[in-house]
């Protein structure tokens, strides 16, 4: 999940943490050729999931909810490498990206399957990546 106000440090948040060194014009590190690939949601479209699963009895179609459980994320895989030059792009920003080891336990690929979450609660998150990083973009800038 990503969004506006969500700092990025050692231990998550590649979005903000590649837009902060971005707009500060400092290179960001992609580690392991960045093939690695990820699921992006936009806080809202999370939000509006996990609210849906909270607050349903039934789901539409007709199953009961109580005791279910349901990945909520979009089902759209990133690569980190395009992650970055998608954030260059939107920044209007040169690229500078330097290419670091990878680490130890980290996952090729990380993606919900949301069918159940489509299928009961009618949710599927509606902001594209970049749409969402333009709007994370702009509270940036507002600060």
């Given amino acids: 999940v990503y969004g506006p106000r969500s700092p990025g440090n050692d231990y998550g948040q590649v979005v903000n943490i590649f837009l902060e060194n971005i707009i500060a014009e400092r290179q960001i590190t992609v580690h392991d050729e960045g093939k690695q690939t990820r699921s992006f949601t ?3 479209d999370a939000i509006e999931g996990i609210m849906l699963a909270g607050t349903l009895d ?3 179609d007709g ?3 109580s005791g279910g459980a349901w990945n909520i994320g979009m089902p759209k895989e990133t690569s980190i490498l395009e992650l970055a030059k998608l954030i260059y792009e939107i920044c209007e920003k040169e690229e500078k990206i330097i290419f670091g080891k990878g680490h130890p336990g980290d996952s090729n690929r990380r993606i919900p399957d949301i069918s159940n979450t489509e299928t009961q609660l009618g949710w599927y998150p509606m902001t ?4 969402g ?3 994370t973009l702009r509270s940036f800038q507002m600060v």
Avoid: M
């Avoid at 594209?128 to 749409?131: A, C, N």
């Fill in 42 to 44: 936009w806080i809202d």
């Fill in 58 to 60: 039934r789901g539409v």
């Fill in 63 to 65: 199953s009961l909810l």
């Fill in 128 to 131: 594209e990546l970049q749409q």
């Fill in 133 to 135: 990083l333009e709007k």
